[in-house]
């Protein structure tokens, strides 16, 4: 068997822990009243309308505009977008084409303490009509919730627009790190550079012909920038620059890439949906699972001692490692809406997770019962449960992800099993997937290296330790 270096459990154990624990609590700090998310956690987890309940609001075209079918589906498709795009994957929406209505409920922000249903639904439903226009001339001044000004209407020949979001392919918040030291968030944009929209074409245009020249960024009526061109951008990237928060700026260009609707929307009535659940159900289930983690790892010690011991913060790990794929920990994983259904996944996962631990340790206590050495029962009993490790998890996996191909925002079954089951049946199969890749990554990878680090310390080399019988050494 080839060793580990005895250093290397510690390193893996602590760097799992810490992992775990930043999963659980994020990482952030205030700024006077503002709090500023470094990394999220599970205080940052968008609950689904059965535990935490949410917003039910019936939208119409604005100004007595007749809808065609056509129309109705695009504006239902991009307030769909804009609703995946934000991780809010628990909801039903429907378009009555007979009365020109959209009908959708979807649940409350993590950090909408305030409940407010107009602010939520004005989340989905705005226009975000993203313009490029000469000059900066407005005609009005606000100020924000956070004390800057707003720049409000333009006037003059800033109401001339030169190009439209429509040219725009995709958009991004980013940061950089100002001179003063402090974060600085844009937005930037990557123009489309072919078909009839060719924005790379276009804003070349628009910039070589107004170079020392001034061209206002809006949305909708509000100026977001005012840069002066100060040479020709020919290569279709550049950036919106403003006094952005972090969450501005992801809000900003979330908007871009869910496009402006076909039309102006306006609620018809709107309502607050109560949880099935509630939150307290949630607390409870919070209180079972650490309790139940707590019986099993007190089993898994009991019964198969150090790898026990190893499994036990394995599952710690797992744990930690799929919550973050669902708050939005990594900034490359889209944070998640979790339902009820989607809590039972995670429950099964580490279920799962226990199972690939306990095929690992009985594979090992068989390979010293049959009087291997003690580095030769590791080699043989790690590899030999591989194979059924692997055959248990693939099924789960392809399970899995036929239920998120099925039941997800393509909705490709939808006309057989109805919208309003997607959102629910999607958390189950993307929090099962999710824990069963963790349980790959830390009960399979990390569990046998810490193994093979701890067989180097000699006062662990004993056969009992790994489950052989206590006079064995």
């Known amino acids: 068997m080839k060793r580990v270096p005895k250093p290397v459990f510690f390193i893996v154990a602590l760097l799992i822990l810490a992992f775990s624990f930043t999963a659980l609590f994020g990482v952030s700090y205030y700024t006077g009243d503002n709090k500023n998310t470094v990394l999220k956690g599970i205080g940052d987890i968008r609950w ?47 378009a009555d084409k007979g009365s020109d209505r959209i009908i959708v409920r979807f649940p409350w922000k993590s950090e909408d303490d305030t409940q407010n249903a107009v602010e939520a639904i004005d989340e989905i439903s705005s226009t975000a009509q993203l313009t490029f226009r000469p000059g900066k001339s ?40 100002a001179d003063d030291g402090t974060r600085k968030y844009v937005v930037s944009l990557t123009f489309k550079d072919s078909g009839d929209k060719n924005g790379k074409e276009r804003f070349g245009e628009i910039t070589t012909e107004y170079v020392n020249q001034t061209i206002s960024i809006w949305m909708d009526d509000i100026m977001l920038s005012a840069p002066t061109v100060n040479s020709a ?14 969450e501005e700026a992801s809000q900003l260009a979330e908007k871009i890439n869910a496009g402006a609707l076909p039309f102006q929307l306006e609620t018809s009535n709107y309502g607050v949906i109560s949880a099935t659940l509630g939150e307290n159900s949630l607390l409870a289930m919070g209180y079972a699972a650490v309790i139940a983690f707590i019986i099993i790892a007190l089993i898994m010690i009991v019964f198969y001692r150090l790898p026990g011991f190893i499994a036990v913060i394995s599952l710690i790990g797992q744990m930690g ?6 708050s939005g920990y990594f900034t490359a994983i889209p944070s998640f809406t979790m ?21 690992t340790a009985e594979r090992i206590k068989e390979e010293i019962k049959a009087g291997r050495t003690l580095d030769g029962a590791l080699d043989r009993g790690t590899k030999n449960s591989l194979s059924a490790i692997i055959d248990g998890n693939m099924t789960v996996i392809i399970v899995s992800i036929i239920l998120m191909l ?29 824990g069963v890749i963790a349980n790959f990554i830390m009960g399979v990878f990390f569990t046998r290296i810490m193994l093979r680090s701890v067989a180097g310390f000699k006062f662990l080399r004993k056969k009992w330790l790994f489950g052989g019988a206590k006079n064995e050494k």
């Open 233 to 246: 951008i020919t290569d279709g990237k550049a950036q919106i620059e403003g006094d952005f928060t972090a």
């Open 406 to 434: 099925v039941f997800g925002p393509s909705n490709i079954l939808s006309i057989i099993f109805g919208e309003s089951t997607t959102g629910t049946i999607y958390s189950f199969g993307y929090t099962l997937l999710v």
């Open 339 to 359: 339902t009820l259904p989607g809590i039972a996944g995670l429950i099964l996962s580490i279920g799962m997770g226990v199972d690939c631990n306990v095929i």
């Open 48 to 94: 689904g309308i059965d535990i935490r309940g949410g917003v039910e609001a019936t939208f119409k075209p604005a100004n007595n505009v007749d809808a065609t079918d056509e129309q109705l589906e695009s504006a239902k498709s991009i307030i769909e977008l804009r609703m995946v795009s934000q991780g809010i994957t628990d909801y039903e929406l429907y």
């Open 138 to 177: 407005y005609a009005s001044t606000d100020i924000g919730s956070d004390g800057s000004y707003v720049y409000k209407t333009p006037t003059g020949d800033t109401e001339t627009v030169l190009m439209d979001g429509s040219y725009i392919e995709k958009a991004e918040a980013q940061y950089y790190q």
């Open 321 to 326: 490692l799929a919550i973050a794929a669902v």
